[in-house]
């Protein structure tokens, strides 16, 4: 199977235990329902089973699946996690559809990036920065696997990552005018 419940152990942490701090909030997981997965015993629990109920469903009725195409194992995903690697850089530059990172083509090919890196200072005047009027932060970090970089984006950012508000963007100006009443 494709379960990452092999070598999981989860328990129910204590009131001691959250006061004590034996567990961070980078250790709370949420189960996603199937077979081999415990609900919790608490509302969060009670809101699954509520769910399950409304679609005729029941967390027993995962263990009665013998089809083993058809069976649900489940798994527990972690409520936050923690991104590892964590790097920036401040980049000016005029196209908003220039390459901001250098492409392993670009390097093949000998090509410079044609934005200007602000982050350290490298020594660059006015002059030389010109009329690059964008700014940019390029951002990169490593996540565990079963999370989204467009979630943590999407927190980072404090914007819509909805195919609706990013098709409303502009690339030139104030990109978040409301172009729909246009």
């Known amino acids: 199977g494709t379960s990452g419940l092999k070598g999981k152990k989860v328990v129910v942490a204590s009131q001691d235990d959250v006061e004590t701090g034996k567990y961070k909030i980078t250790d709370v997981v949420i189960p996603l329902v199937g077979s081999r997965v415990t609900l919790p015993t608490n509302s969060t629990g009670d809101l ?17 699946i013998q089809d083993r195409e058809l069976a649900l194992g489940g798994d527990y995903r972690k409520v936050i996690c923690k991104p590892t690697d964590v790097d920036f850089g401040i980049k000016l530059y005029q196209d908003p559809l220039q390459p901001l990172i250098r492409t392993d083509l670009m390097t093949i090919h000998g090509e410079e990036l044609e934005c200007l890196d602000v982050t350290v200072d490298n020594g660059e005047t006015n002059e030389q920065i010109g009329d690059k009027i964008l700014v940019a932060m390029v951002i990169g970090f490593t996540l565990p696997p079963s999370a989204y970089a467009t979630i943590a984006l999407r927190e980072l950012m404090k914007r819509p990552t909805s195919t609706e508000y990013q098709t409303s963007l502009k690339l030139e100006g104030n990109c978040e005018v409301d172009t729909r009443s246009s």
Not at 48 to 64: A, M, R, Y
């Open 48 to 64: 699954l089973e509520t769910i399950l109920e409304g679609d005729g469903l029941s967390s027993e009725s995962f263990q009665k």
